[in-house]
């Protein structure tokens, strides 16, 4: 009797527990591009063996041979019909290794026709990893089985290292009770791939390229290969085959008017608690928000759920790995979250589709229902959205009950913006008695020129410069255009507040075409054009610190004619290298800066306190040398650090790698601190750098722009260095002592202004 009961226990927990490989069978059956009318089954054997797979309607029955003897076999049954459930099994040569026989387990169940409804899993992640243990991955499975979904979407890592055979055998045993009647859609993770030798083109054939799409119901599914993403961007790019591909599916007609796509990929886009990949937030989010995908499925060890531009992204990582929980980041909040193992169950009408995250415990973690965006108009309030995310809200208001107008105000950080205000604005509107509600767009955001160009659509503007004001009817460009225009408009408004609100435009309140204003804003720029902006930029005032360094620096080094020109070359190209780099990633490195303002305040402090220093010094050693003591200066390097400072002057070739690698330093430090130089022709070329088809040309801008930026260091370098000999300079300096402190004293301090203004300590 006892002997009975373990027998009954035992095939109970058989049941609930994922089945060891069928005798003869290394993997499989499992079901793969399971259509209306069609399904491959395929399975692997220990040994080569001819197959057969017969599919049963009733009592009746089809049968298709795979007749070469294989290991693997994925045999294609066809003539089936939609939304309909068969019986199948699978019978090898020798007659001994079979599965599915009297087995209703082993079904096909084809893809239903638009329209219907039906239900699909979704899980990531369900390799063991740091467990050590198949077990989360096989509760996951019981459960998920009970569901019996039509069909898995699997996030990738299915293995912990994907060139090891046994550990695909091992995914296989685990998920054969699911497998065998649910049709499985993979995608690939970096552990699957384990490096290029991963074995699943293997047991997925459609792997080997990495992406796919197929329909259900009506319902567009794309399975796309993005895994390290955050390590490399070049198979991820807007010129890449995947991405073309995808523009080309998500773009035709009956995708577009499909109740719903689908997009499920490894990498996540959008992520709080984990590592999201910055190339396809700025590459696919927008093809995805263009296209009205409904939900992208990503992996990463737990769930989350949130919403970009109307787009649902869902985080499934928890149906096998160790769990992961990171800090949350506040740039991308979620709307809910779970540190649990889970699965996804979808379920499909012809008008909704509701999302549910499940755990092992079949609790319900997180539920959402989703409307079909296909019958969507073109969304008018994308921009809006956009503009309310990504701008800054400011108000200026001379005295309370003030009438208030509304001003868009689009600049990068120069110093005329920054005295715009926090000096002239302020002014203006106590001057006329109003309000100003002013909404920021810091130029040198991912994101904000698309703004920009949208608000100059708005207001049939393409040509304004930076920085840019939107009042009323009136959209101003530069500086001379805002002194002149804008306290018009601020006397216009204060004479008939009502009617002036009335009248006016709201910038983002239609749609654009943002990517052509941008394409035609770059074919508008000529090498002329170019060169010219970038000799403006470089004797912009802003500009003026890497001149004041450069002649400081040359000063200091002094020595002969040759030493003067190895540094002051060294000192230029690092201007010229740094600022060309900066170009070609320019809002990745804002976001660097951006992200440690504590450290670029203390760097700005550090200098200020220096460079006050050494003017106040230098202006008491030019008093002291008008009074005849030169001997008595404050600045003066100790004895023996002068003697080395003209032994290395005088060895210079021994020691030009530290002269020169100082000249290189100093280049490069300046030059992170002057981006504010940059114009508004710089920002049509550095938007560009990523597009595909203008990424050579725009290159090629950049180069040119940053050629004639450097001009003006050039021309004071040859001045100094051809001008006047470092010999002479120094026989003039050493009878004139004391005008050389002053000119010392007024360097330092134009510098301390300078640095000031970047810090906004001056109104």
């Not at 499925?297 to 992204?313: L, P, Q």
């Not at 008018?380 to 005295?399: D, F, H, N, T």
């Not at 912009?540 to 040359?554: D, H, M, Q």
Request: hydrophobic share 45%; aromatic share 12%.
């Amino acid at each position: 009797m006892k002997t009975i009961h373990y027998a009954i226990l035992l095939t109970l927990l058989c049941g609930l527990s994922g089945a060891a490989a069928l005798p003869g069978f290394t993997a499989g059956p499992y079901l793969l591009n399971v259509t209306t009318n069609s399904a491959v089954v395929a399975f692997h054997l220990e040994k080569a063996l001819a197959a057969k797979v017969r599919v049963f309607n009733g009592t009746d029955w089809m049968e298709f041979d795979s007749p070469q003897p294989s290991t693997s076999h994925f045999v294609e049954v066809h003539g089936l019909e939609p939304d309909f459930t068969y019986d199948y099994e699978v019978i090898c040569a020798d007659g001994m290794t079979q599965a599915g026989l009297g087995d209703k387990s082993f079904q096909i169940r084809t893809a239903c026709l638009p329209g219907n409804s039906f239900s699909f899993a979704v899980y990531g992640d369900p390799r063991p990893g740091d467990n050590q243990t198949t077990r989360y991955h096989q509760e996951i499975m019981n459960q998920l089985t009970r569901e019996e979904p039509l069909f898995a979407l699997v996030l990738g890592d299915m293995v912990d290292d994907g060139s090891r055979g046994e550990l695909w055998r091992q995914f296989f045993d685990v998920e054969s009770n699911l497998l065998r009647r649910t049709a499985v859609y993979p995608v690939l993770g970096d552990n699957d791939f384990a490096g290029g030798k991963g074995l699943y083109g293997d047991y997925f054939p459609s792997l080997e390229k990495g992406y796919y799409g197929f329909q259900w119901g009506g319902v567009y599914f794309f399975g796309l290969q993005a895994w390290g993403t955050r390590q490399s961007g070049q198979s991820f790019g807007a010129d890449s085959e995947q991405y073309k591909w995808l523009e080309s599916e998500l773009s035709s007609a009956a995708a577009q008017s499909a109740p719903f796509r689908v997009v499920f990929l490894h990498d996540p886009v959008f992520i709080s608690r984990g590592r999201s990949s910055e190339i396809l937030r700025r590459v696919w989010a927008p093809l995805f928000e263009k296209y009205k995908v409904d939900v992208v499925f990503a992996s990463w060890h737990m769930y989350e759920r949130s919403m970009h531009e109307g787009v649902s992204y869902i985080i499934s990582g928890g149906a096998g790995a160790e769990l992961i929980w990171m800090d949350p980041d506040p740039m991308y909040p979620s709307q809910a979250e779970a540190r649990q193992y889970h699965f996804c169950k979808v379920d499909v009408s012809s008008n909704m589709m509701t999302i549910s995250a499940i755990t092992t415990d079949r609790t319900v973690l997180d539920s959402i229902t989703l409307m079909p965006r296909s019958q969507e108009q073109l969304d008018s309030g994308l921009m809006e959205r956009a503009a309310k995310r990504l701008g800054a809200e400011m108000i200026i208001e001379p005295q309370p009950g003030c009438p208030q107008v509304p001003m868009t105000f689009f600049s990068t950080d120069c110093l005329y913006c920054r005295r715009l205000l926090n000096h002239d604005l302020p002014r203006w509107a106590a001057v006329n008695n109003v309000s100003l509600k002013i909404t920021y767009f810091d130029l040198s955001q991912e994101g904000i020129y698309d703004l920009f160009l949208s608000a100059g659509m708005d207001f049939g503007r393409q040509d304004l410069d930076v920085p840019a004001i939107f009042i009323g009817r009136q959209a101003l460009g530069g500086q001379e255009q805002i002194d002149s225009q804008l306290p018009q408009e601020l006397q216009e408004f204060k004479e008939d507040p009502k009617s002036y609100v009335e009248q006016m435009i709201t910038p983002f309140s239609n749609v654009h075409d943002t990517k052509s204003a941008k394409e035609s804003a770059f074919n508008a720029l000529t090498l002329g054009v170019v060169l010219t902006a970038g000799l403006l930029d470089g004797i912009n005032p802003c500009a003026f610190t890497t001149v004041i360094l450069l002649i400081s620096y040359l000063g200091l080094v002094g020595g002969g004619r040759r030493q003067m020109v190895y540094t002051g070359s060294v000192f230029t190209a690092a201007v010229f290298i740094t600022y060309f780099i900066i170009g070609l990633a320019f809002f990745g490195f804002i976001k660097v800066i951006l992200k440690g303002p504590i450290f670029v305040t203390i760097v700005n402090a550090a200098l200020l306190i220096a460079v006050a220093a050494l003017a106040f010094f230098s202006l008491v050693d030019f008093v002291r040398c008008l009074k005849g003591n030169p001997r008595d200066m404050t600045l003066q390097l100790p004895e023996l650090l002068k003697n080395k400072i003209r032994q290395r002057i005088r060895d210079f070739a021994r020691h030009k790698t530290a002269v020169l690698g100082a000249a290189f330093g100093l280049g490069v430090m300046v030059t992170g601190m002057e981006l504010a130089c940059t114009g508004q022709v710089y920002l049509p070329i550095i938007t560009m750098i990523s597009e595909p088809t203008h990424r050579l040309a725009a290159t090629g801008y950049l180069l040119s722009y940053n050629a004639a930026f450097i001009i003006p260091l050039i021309a004071v370098f040859m001045l100094t260095v051809f001008g006047v000999s470092s010999q002479r300079l120094g026989a003039f300096f050493g009878r004139r002592v004391a005008l050389v402190k002053l000119a010392l004293a007024l360097l330092f301090i134009g510098m301390g202004v300078l640095i000031a203004f970047n810090m906004g300590l001056f109104q």
